[in-house]
Nanobody, 122 residues
Framework: QVQLVESGGGLVQAGGSLRLSCAAS????????MGWFRQAPGKEREFVAG????????DYADSVKGRFTISRDNAKKSVYLQMSSLKPEDTAVYYC???????????????WGQGTQVTVSS
């Protein structure tokens, strides 16, 4: 199994940038697909981005395409979400996610981090 811990959240002005990190433990990390989800106040959890175990394939929610970039470093057992041109509607708790199958809208992995708060001021 995999344990995930997010970091890098904070308060940023609209138009700014943040880089989220997710550190994983577990020997199976390198074979896991990884992704990010977010949940805003009063909203359902939504898919943000996913990346295959090799890092060769990525998927993004339409709302973040062109602004967010997901990446991973299997040697460091980490996955990242680089966020730029942030908007107030990006405000949410961001959760790292991992699992055996590719993470796309409608399919989350079995393992979750505790979340990190991202707040974008207008």
């Amino acid at each position: 199994q995999v344990q995930l811990v997010e970091s890098g959240g904070g308060l940023v002005q609209a138009g700014g940038s943040l880089r989220l990190s997710c550190a994983a433990s577990g020997r199976t990390f390198s074979s896991y697909a990884m992704g990010w989800f977010r949940q805003a106040p009063g909203k359902e959890r939504e898919f943000v981005a996913g990346i295959s175990w090799s890092g060769g394939s990525t998927d993004y929610a339409d709302s973040v395409k062109g602004r967010f970039t997901i990446s991973r470093d299997n040697a460091k057992k980490s996955v990242y979400l680089q966020m730029s041109s942030l908007k107030p509607e990006d405000t949410a708790v961001y959760y790292c996610n991992g699992g055996r199958f590719r993470i796309v809208p409608g399919r989350a992995g079995a393992y979750w981090g505790q979340g990190t708060q991202v707040t974008v001021s207008s």
